[in-house]
């Protein structure tokens, strides 16, 4: 007598999460040296944040498309637009380089309230978050930005992003809002801490990494000089992985 199965068959795909691919984004470490010792900028997430609650982080998020677009002063160094391009996952491109570097600034604005760039008028805004450079003309100067790191967030994160991590000095800053606030909200308590201090912040590992990374390198290059090395970090075999390129 033949037996009626009514249960469900078993897709191959069932039972697997599923593969979230990293997503282009930027963060800056804006460095003040005007004291007896470097400061860098760095600001607490909010709670609410599903990504990397309660944690201290450099300003910076994704990226956008619309950023390749937007006008700028002067340029990134032809090394840092080298470098951007190694290893770069998918259609790589000059206008995607620029967006990194461009969106870097936008996130900064939008989170710490500072504008890098310098005043001259213009007009071209292909991209709303842009309009505060506009009102107050300053557009922005990649080449104040030097390239320096990188990390790929791990598998198996709901979210995962592929970050590029720019350096640039405070005299870059063009203006700021009152009281240094955040338009986003995102990031509260923001603070110019020396390097020792940032490290004794609840931060990730991978940002405890990248804070000596530039540490190490303004040791090296303190003048910021185009020509240094990137330090990529990726996961492998459930390590971070330091690789130079």
Sequence with gaps: MAVNDQRKPVLPEQGLKKRVRPRDAASLLIVDRSGDELRILMGKR??????MPGKFVFPGGRTEAADGRMTAIAELSEH????????????SSIRRCRALALSAIRETYEEAGL???????????SHPDWAAFAERNIMPDLSALRYFARAITPPGMSRRFDTRFFLAFREAVADWLPEQTSPSQELEQLAWLSFAE?????????????????????????????G????????KYGRFVREVF
């Design 80 to 91: 840092d637009s080298t470098k951007l391009l190694d290893r770069m996952a998918g259609r």
């Design 46 to 51: 909010h709670m609410s944040h599903v990504f």
């Design 228 to 235: 240094n090395p990137v330090i990529r970090y990726r996961l």
């Design 115 to 125: 504008f890098l760039g310098r005043k001259t008028e213009f007009s071209n805004v």
């Design 198 to 226: 940032a490290l004794e912040l609840d931060i990730p590992d991978i940002t405890r990494m990248i804070i000596r990374e530039a540490q190490g390198l303004l040791e090296a290059n303190p003048s910021l000089d185009p």
